[in-house]
């Protein structure tokens, strides 16, 4: 096969992928921006746009540091990127297209986006875990990519806001512009635009959840999937973007920048430095979203009270020996329970093999991307048949709403009255009373891994 797409934008040369019967399109340019300007969506390239290679990854702290001699990050080093090698720039909107091999404008097969996590300040849409997911062997296609993180993505600065209207969200905007062109071109790969499911975990997960409540992505996606930081909380909430400008002038004042073009013109190392100086002077990062009035236009809790979220079905989940466990997982219940669609709720708490940090923060990845093969851990057939599991709970998900199948042990939608939870991992997959599981609880004097 040649796998020569015909897009919208022009004809896309892709590759076999690494399972049997995939087609993969790496590192197709979805947008342009300046150094903190908006996204602008790409719509046309001339030739034949070769995608047969992932594209950069968003500068990063760890761009500029061996990660291998960084104790503090070592563990999710080892997990997810270990011999791999990436490359950063600022020229970074990139997104990958995993496909069936035989698929064709018109089959309209249901679509999966997926936004990677890392706090807003790491990671990238091809690490290992989310290297060729199984989707496609399932009838569903998959969508993974990158977007500006830390201070080219989540920068607020009045400048900025005189200069555009508002301020901040950049990487926000980024991943809204690759839905959309997910949304425009996805039919030429078979794909349904009017079947996408966006998807996201922790960092992912808030981003997915700052889209089901924007007004500015009506139209663009049908249902989400959020783990380990999907529902809404006070104390999560989004502020004003006004209330990060004296972290940035101090970032701007560090770096020896007297004004906006300089700063922009600053060399990425020299922007991070300052940064990374500033964050622990104030002992926070400043790379959050905020409210910019257009994006996000009001806070999580008070948009859910009001009925303005995305009227969608909806997977939310989170892990044993999660970030706050106790918060994530009620979080993610209630936002299921308080749902008009019918949506499921889930736990995970398999204590991965090969060492003894249990079900961790971002440990479910592995199952919901079917990439258990790309890991270093001793998998057991257990895992294996989880992996199964999870991957059909998904791709039923993504076809009709309904994550059940003949084969699947029942999974119940969340209520107001019972907030259903289905338990997968130790033990047999089975549904879980609405209170908090007591294995979170004895879990939460564990040690956590940093990220």
């Not at 760890?62 to 020229?91: C, I, M, P, Q, W």
């Not at 309209?108 to 990677?116: G, M, Q, R, W």
């Not at 299921?336 to 479910?364: I, M, T, V």
Request: hydrophobic content about 35%; charged content about 20%; some cysteine.
């Amino acid at each position: 096969m040649n796998y020569l797409v015909n897009t919208p934008c022009g004809q896309v040369q892709g590759t076999a992928g690494k399972r049997p019967g995939v087609a993969a399109y790496k590192g197709i340019r979805y947008a342009t921006a300046g150094r903190w300007e908006y996204p602008q969506q790409v719509t046309h390239w001339d030739g034949v746009y070769d995608a047969t290679h992932y594209g950069n990854c968003s500068y990063q702290p760890r761009a500029f540091y061996d990660e291998e001699k960084n104790l503090k990050k070592v563990f999710y080093y080892h997990e997810f990127r270990k011999g791999e090698t990436y490359t950063y720039s600022e020229d970074c909107l990139f997104l990958n297209i995993w496909t069936p091999a035989d698929a064709k404008e018109g089959d309209k097969l249901p679509v999966i986006v997926y936004i990677h996590g890392g706090g807003f300040v790491g990671g990238c849409g091809h690490e290992k875990h989310f290297d060729e997911p199984i989707w496609p062997t399932k009838g569903v296609i998959g969508v993974t990519l990158n977007y500006r993180l830390g201070p080219m993505g989540l920068i607020c600065l009045p400048e900025l806001q005189q200069e555009a209207g508002h301020t901040g969200n950049y990487g926000l905007y980024d991943q809204m512009t690759a839905i959309r062109w997910v949304h425009d071109n996805i039919t030429a790969f078979g794909g349904d635009p009017d079947n996408i499911t966006i998807m996201g975990q922790s960092a992912g997960a808030m981003s997915v959840q700052q889209h089901c409540l924007s007004p500015m992505t009506d139209g663009l996606f049908s249902k989400a999937v959020m783990s380990s930081g999907g529902g809404v909380m006070k104390a999560m909430s989004a502020g004003p973007a006004e209330k990060q400008f004296d972290f940035w002038k101090a970032v701007m004042q560090k770096a020896g920048c007297a004004n906006l073009e300089q700063f922009r013109a600053l060399e990425p190392e020299k922007l991070f430095a300052a940064w990374d100086e500033v964050k622990k002077e104030k002992k926070g990062n400043g790379c959050m979203p905020c409210l910019d009035g257009q994006f996000i236009v009001g806070t999580g809790v008070d948009l859910l009270a009001q009925g303005k979220q995305k009227h969608i079905p909806y997977m939310c989940g989170s892990t044993s020996q999660d970030v706050m466990p106790p918060m994530i997982y009620k979080m993610a219940r209630d936002w299921c329970a308080a749902q008009e669609k019918p949506s499921y709720a889930w736990f995970f708490d398999r204590q991965l093999p090969g060492d003894d940090n249990g079900a961790w923060h971002s440990s479910d990845l592995w199952y919901w991307f079917g990439t258990l093969s790309n890991g270093w851990r001793p998998w057991e057939k257990k895992d294996r048949i989880l992996e199964e599991q999870m991957t059909d709970y998904l791709t039923n998900f993504a076809k009709t709403g309904n994550p059940n199948g003949s084969d699947l042990p029942k999974w119940e939608p969340a209520d107001k009255q019972k907030k259903t939870v289905l338990r997968l991992g130790e033990g047999e997959t089975r549904m879980g009373k609405a209170s908090m599981p007591k294995l979170v609880w004895t879990m939460l004097t564990n040690k956590a891994v940093g990220e």
